[in-house]
């Protein structure tokens, strides 16, 4: 009853103040994160008043929202870009696979925890994200009003607050660059970076000034609408936690000074947005209604004044700018380390490329996705028809990283991986990478990369890998009356190779490779309690690959290719059972992934290992069984049988694997799989004879330390049946 005796006032009040002149009217947004999709509504019923709005301000995503109305688009508009926008991806400046650099697909995705490593210590990240994401999305959104450096000049005049991190104090942005104002303005703690404009750290302005009423009040408008989306304190039985009572601390002075600014508005609309967070992306449909709801109650106002503005008018829909700009010239500022060659190779545009917003934006992705920039902006002016494009980068300070993720599976057991990553370590163009695995078995790998992009690139790996396992290891026809032994494995691998990419999608490598292989059991004694060795010797060996990756995705991919061709010639061994012949061994992999739906995928992988020239030593035929996707050497996974159960000189496998999607990031799965092995199973071209099957049902859900999965094997062709679990990222 209160509210609508307030609202019944102040409509008559306007309606008198109305009468004596034209009102100019301001219309200022709080911050709210999440919760400022809700301004969405306000907008939407202004327009359908045909209300004009004659001055903007905000904070935080209320200056987001308030910048995308003031150049031009429509509440309505914003509403579709808010609906079509994936904002958890954007603010984790989560890109596209096909994005990331061949080296990145094929050795990271495998960690959880990134943290920066200076001068030998270990740090904290700024934020989750450098929210270079969402720089890129404004700078598209906002094409229409690039050249514009005075915000007083866009179609509706305009001002945005940020936090100078330095002294905590308000900083009035409405000249420059409107997306990288809006950027800072909404950089808020913990998620976003801070940034630099004119050599001041900016973030998020909420912390100084969430509500700018006072800024608007000085722009000399008549009437002030202002739109508060920020919620209140907590009692004290919901202070629960450290979390709570940081936010809490923090919210003191905010909403403080907000109730001061609150008392200078003609017309005060707060939506019902109290059970929000500021983080709650994934109900935005819920929180855009909650704004609609509040501003209906206000449309006789907006009618009102929208009458004694003259003449209504129907807000017109700004074009979203989707041409083509054709580039005549191309500079780049901010370049340090990396030269501008190199700049121009990842971003691959050249003058004379016809190129659109969207398409830059795909293009800063390439450049980005090499973590070696903290901002990339950009510009394009105009030039007899043409345009330049102005790139201006900003470079990382930090070449070094800890990167963290754990893991455990039936063969390894549990294993907690620790990479360290340095760029520059003797070169600009290289990479080390040093993974060490600490947990039941001790691995490690080390990777050094000079990466020459479409020349020939170069580099070192080493491999150290071990484990135990009780195997069937059925081809071990020197003792036919053991089913199973516990083998103690040792593999120790050193390359150098040269290699070749294109396009981030193929790979081309030769090498020379030194391997150490041990496997022996004490399972089968000699006679004299000493352990039985299967093989204890050096090789010397070539090796080439062709690779291929196109998946959207690392773990459950929905649509692209696959593909890890090799072909390893060994030529000379120490030979610790004195009858080592030369000869070679090919292994391929074959895989693709489609979707039938939102919810349905198919994947199909195809395997296949050929031993070249008869070889006496058992250690080096191809062992199937066990469900592992980090095994190595001749070890394949195949669903129904136990790790290395089947084994022979040549195999071919196909693995049929359905999907359903039950919901964000949790899938059933059905798999089946296929295979033969024979001392050569194309000798006589019948690839269906003898053929071994196997099949399991899982349930898994990807999670942010990696695949969590449950599965039930089975076998029709053997009367054995297995639960299996693995938890993290494969490595």
Not at 37 to 63: C, N, P, Q, R, W
Not at 129 to 145: D, H, P, T, Y
Not at 325 to 346: D, H, M, Q
Not at 461 to 488: D, E, M, W
């Amino acid at each position: 009853m209160k509210k609508f005796v307030a609202v019944f006032f102040l409509f008559l009040s306007i309606v008198l103040f109305s009468q004596e002149k034209k009102s100019k009217i301001g219309l200022v947004f709080s911050g709210g994160g999440a919760k400022g999709f809700a301004h969405i509504g306000v907008l939407k019923e202004i327009d359908k008043a045909g209300l004009k709005i004659d001055y903007i301000g905000g904070t935080s995503m209320g200056a987001i929202v308030g910048g995308l109305y003031s150049i031009g688009y429509s509440g309505e508009q914003i509403e579709k870009i808010i609906l079509e926008t994936d904002f958890i991806s954007l603010l984790r400046d989560q890109l596209p696979r096909s994005s990331n650099t061949f080296f990145e697909k094929e050795f990271g995705e495998k960690t959880f925890i990134t943290l920066p490593v200076k001068n030998g210590s270990i740090g904290l990240p700024k934020a989750v994200s450098k929210g270079q994401n969402v720089l890129n999305f404004l700078l598209e959104l906002l094409a229409s009003a690039e050249g514009i450096k005075d915000f007083k000049k866009l179609p509706i005049p305009f001002f945005c607050i940020a936090t100078d991190v330095e002294n905590g104090g308000e900083v009035l942005l409405e000249k420059g660059s409107l997306p990288l104002a809006l950027r800072a303005s909404g950089s808020f703690p913990t998620l976003l970076n801070p940034i630099i404009l004119d050599d001041k750290l900016l973030v998020d302005g909420g912390l100084a000034n969430n509500f700018p009423v006072s800024h608007m009040k000085d722009k000399g408008v008549d009437i002030i609408i202002g739109v508060d989306v920020e919620g209140k304190l907590v009692k004290k039985e919901k202070l629960v936690s450290i979390v709570d009572i940081m936010n809490q601390i923090v919210s003191y002075q905010m909403y403080r000074k907000s109730d001061a600014e609150k008392k200078k508005l003609d017309v005060y609309i707060h939506p019902d947005i109290y059970n929000y967070s500021v983080v709650d992306f994934d109900k935005k449909e819920e929180i855009l209604e909650k704004g609609i709801i509040e501003s209906k109650k206000y449309t006789q106002i907006f009618e009102q004044l929208a009458q004694k503005q003259g003449k209504i008018q129907k807000r017109k829909k700004l074009n979203f700018d989707d041409r083509k700009y054709l580039i005549s010239k191309i500079e780049i500022n901010g370049i340090e380390e990396y030269t501008r060659a190199y700049v121009l190779g990842k971003v691959k545009i050249k003058e004379g490329d016809s190129i659109s917003r969207k398409e830059i934006t795909n293009r800063i992705h390439l450049l980005s996705s090499t973590k070696n920039y903290e901002r990339i902006s950009y510009e394009l002016v105009e030039k007899e028809n043409t345009y330049s494009l102005k790139l201006k980068v900003k470079e990382s300070s930090g070449n070094a990283n800890l990167k963290l993720g754990m893991h455990y599976d039936y063969l390894y057991k549990s294993g907690v991986l620790a990479r360290y990553s340095q760029k520059h370590l003797f070169n600009n163009n290289d990479l080390f990478s040093f993974n060490m695995i600490l947990g039941d078995n001790l691995r490690y790998s080390l990777n050094y990369f000079v990466d020459n992009g479409f020349y020939i690139s170069y580099g070192f790996r080493s491999r150290y890998n071990h484990f135990r396992a009780n195997s069937k290891f059925s081809s071990f026809t020197a003792f036919p009356n053991v089913s199973s032994i516990n083998l103690k494995y040792t593999d120790f691998t050193n390359q150098i190779f040269l290699q070749t990419t294109f396009n981030r999608k193929f790979a081309i490598g030769i090498g020379l490779e030194y391997k150490y292989l041990k496997a022996t059991t004490e399972t089968i004694s000699t006679g004299n309690d000493e352990e039985t060795i299967f093989d204890n010797s050096n090789y010397l060996n070539t090796f080439g690959y062709l690779k291929l990756d196109t998946y959207n995705k690392k773990y459950f991919p929905t649509k692209g290719y696959f593909a890890d061709l090799n072909f390893k010639w060994y030529m000379a061994s120490s030979d610790a059972n004195n009858d080592f012949k030369s000869f070679a061994q090919t292994k391929g992999t074959l895989g693709f992934a489609t979707s039938f739906s939102d919810k349905f995928t198919f994947q199909m992988t195809n395997e296949a290992g050929f031993t070249l020239n008869n070889v006496d030593s058992d250690v080096f035929d191809f062992y199937l069984g066990g469900y592992n996707q980090n095994y190595i050497n001749t070890f394949v996974s195949f669903y129904g049988y136990d790790f290395a159960e089947l084994s022979n000189n040549t195999f071919v496998k196909s693995e049929f694997n359905f999907r359903y999607a039950l919901a964000d990031k949790h899938y059933a799965s059905f798999i089946a799989n296929y295979g033969r092995l024979d001392s050569n199973v194309f000798k006589d071209i019948d690839l269906f004879k003898e053929v071994k099957s196997g099949y399991a049902l899982g349930y898994s859900y990807n999670s942010f330390i990696g695949p969590i999965e449950i599965k039930y094997s089975w076998s029709p062709d053997i009367n054995q049946n297995y639960w299996l679990f693995n938890l993290g990222f494969w490595f």
